[in-house]
């Protein structure tokens, strides 16, 4: 039965590498507020009527301390629901979850987006793996330095072990292919972010209409996604097969 249910989960998986590589990335947008990173991409064309784009400023958030920000990473990243281990797609899924549990204690996070050809290395059964994306996302909350100063941080725990700010988060995306791991004339192309925007904790992928409230259809995606990826903790990939698909 677990032969038949691995079977499975790497047929999807081969599916998932053959849609990104027969379909150009999606993309993101442009309304209001001003980005950290762009350059004029049919990505940014195409979204930018439907995103919501907001400012730090702007961005609804709680205020929190730094041991409050650690603390909440801690609980996000020993919560074995979401799999950080095997971030190979389903980051809006982690990202909808850390945000609603962070809800239910009373801190209000943000979403922050990231989209571009990213290109970072993760360790993945007891190899380093490549992964590429053409967009990233994970969710934010206002942090008060031991200066007194406000900080838009980042909680990813599939690239780090403690909060980090957007821009470290952007740089971890940015990672150049280390010589052993190239493979094809595609892995030597520069990383690079065309975008990079705020959003309130409701929207769940770049593209899609703004939302004012938690959506049934997009807490079940969660739901869903989180459940596939969950089977991952059993290996279903050889050690050394090559994967990289886009979120």
Known sequence: MQNKQQSRVAILLGFLLLLSASKPALGDSNERGAPLMVSESWRSKIFGANDEHLNEESLE????????????????????SMNFQAPFDGCYARATQ???????????????????????????????????????????VKVIDSSGGEVMMVFDPSLFDKPVTVSMWNEKMLLPAPPELVEFE?????????????????QQKPGLSKSLNWSEEDLQETLSTLQFWRQLDQPVLSPEAPFRPEL
């Open 61 to 80: 958030s709680s205020r929190i301390s730094e041991k409050e920000a650690n603390e909440l990473f801690q609980i996000f990243s020993a919560d074995s």
């Open 98 to 140: 850390m945000a609603r549990s962070a809800e239910s204690r009373g801190i209000i996070m943000g979403k922050v987006f990231s989209v571009g050809r990213l290109q970072t290395l993760i360790r993945y059964l007891n190899k380093n793996r490549l992964i590429r994306w053409s967009w990233h996302v994970a969710p934010v």
């Open 186 to 202: 595609e892995d030597l192309r520069s990383p690079n972010i065309e975008l990079t925007f705020f959003t309130r904790r409701f």
